[in-house]
């Protein structure tokens, strides 16, 4: 598959496979599917409590485990330093791994201000071995900025609400400019109506393609990784498979026109929002 590139040589596949609400044996068995369909970047996190579920079903499916990425994020409740230092050692141990692949903040939660320090930690995990490479996730351009500022490390990823509803312009231009690869969590707009808009059903038929395919495509056309998740080997299938299909530019900017004010999900502005 394709990778994009950040700004120190790290890639990531163009499509990658999301694992929130994947646990247990049934979780093992759908992430193992994955990896034999193809999949090769796995997105989990503390809060998912499904790292042990990942790491088994990577060391159960037979894959060279250097051909596999795993990503795995730090709760705010663990931002202080030296919680911070555990909980990426606690993650490491649930998966059963001898490393992360990529490590990210969750969420800036900017009221409490200590994710500078829990960029510290994992700075100083990277440098132990016991990750790969770090970055975050909902983190507005203000906030990298200072992680820069006070540490001199810039992340290499930001994993962000994007989907054609909230398309995030400015934070996709932020990242881009500075070599920081964007992942899109809930790409396919989770249960709201977004498969059924007509302009992506129109696309979609224009292409042969699914709305699903469609919009995971939109994702890959505008430089952001996708990470899809989904339990049946069709669906797992059908997902990876956008990452062939072509969109015209025209096609491309209808879609992002799909913008709406109140585009998020939920809400949850990283400005103000805090997750713990």
Known sequence: MRTFSAYDGFTLPVIGFGTYKLNGAEGVDAVKRAIQAGYTMLDSAFNYENEGTVGKAVRESGADRDSLQVVSKLPGRHHAHDEAIRTVEESL????????????????????????????????????GIVGAIGVCNFLPEHIERLEKETGVRPVVNQIELHPYFPQEETLAYDQAHGILTEAWSPLGRGNDLL????????AEAHDATPGQTVLAWQVARGAVPIPKAASPKRQAENLQAADLTLEPEEVARITALGRSDGRLAGQD?????EF
């Open 93 to 128: 141990y649930r998966t059963g791994l001898d490393h992360l692949d990529l490590y990210l903040i969750h969420w800036p939660n900017p009221k409490v201000g200590r994710y500078v320090e829990a960029w510290q930690a994992l700075i100083e995990a990277k440098q132990a």
């Open 196 to 203: 059924a808009n007509p302009t992506i059903t129109e696309i």
């Open 270 to 274: 990283p400005a103000e929002y805090e």
